[in-house]
């Protein structure tokens, strides 16, 4: 079936350090892919999404881009600041069920 | 902007209580879900709503239930609580049939329950 895999947090850096927080995925057919964020004590928001292989989705600095090959959608940013500490999940969606499939999230806490 | 309600914020229950989540959104989203945020476990879909009126199992429903009266609230009941309900509950809601569909799920803010 399909599924998404996360690297295992928490993932610990000091402010501007470069973030990089792996993600793959198994799909049959040609899914979706985002990146949700969720703050302390907040919902989840999305942060950026790709809807076909070699698209790259941004937003606030942060990068990922669909890689087909690879079955990959690592999310990254140059340099991290302490409000970018909450917890990040990678997640796919087929477009037939309109449901999301989770990874199980990656805690990062950035330093100052 | 309300966009999701959520209540309660928090909650203790005895075990073998019934309980009621109540979600409720305002952007006349047609599909409605409920997850549950435990750690190491990341979101798992309890129930779904793709429209009014119809309602869908999740990964893990048993020992919940929901109803969708209409394209507003979407309550999570749970007809007799067990310690291992305890975690956070997220409801969401997206628009799934006017255009494309994006994949955007709207978060509330969660509900904190624990069954003793």
């Known amino acids: 079936g399909n599924s998404v895999t996360q690297m295992e947090g928490p993932v610990t850096l000091s402010e501007e350090a470069f973030l990089t927080i792996n993600c793959t995925y198994t799909?049959?057919?040609?899914?979706?892919l985002f990146w949700y964020v969720q703050y302390p004590g907040e919902g989840l928001q999305l942060l950026l999404k790709a809807t076909k292989a070699d698209d790259k989705g941004s937003n606030k600095g942060f990068e990922a881009t669909y890689r087909k090959e690879t079955t990959s959608f690592h999310l990254e940013k140059g340099s991290v600041q302490v409000s970018d500490s909450a917890v990040y999940f990678c997640a796919l969606s087929m477009d037939s069920n309109y449901q999301l499939i989770w990874g199980a999230g990656t805690k990062l806490i950035i330093k100052p | 902007i309300a966009g999701i309600t959520q209540a309660p914020t928090s909650q203790i229950l005895a075990a073998g209580r019934r309980m009621t989540l109540r979600c409720t959104q305002d952007m006349r989203h047609n599909a409605m879900y409920w997850y549950r945020q435990d750690l190491g476990l990341g979101l798992r879909l309890i129930h779904y709503?793709?429209?009014?009126?119809?309602?869908g199992k999740g990964e893990v429903p048993d020992g919940y239930s929901v109803s969708r009266a209409n394209t507003d609230d979407f309550p999570l009941t749970l007809a007799s609580a067990v310690p291992s309900q305890t975690s956070v509950y997220f409801c969401?809601?997206?628009?799934?049939?006017?255009?494309?569909?994006?994949?955007?799920?709207?978060f509330g803010e969660g509900s904190r329950l624990t069954v003793l």
């Open positions: 709503s793709n429209t009014a009126g119809t309602t």
């Open positions: 799909a049959t057919g040609y899914p979706s």
């Open positions: 969401a809601s997206s628009d799934i049939y006017r255009g494309p569909y994006t994949g955007e799920l709207f």
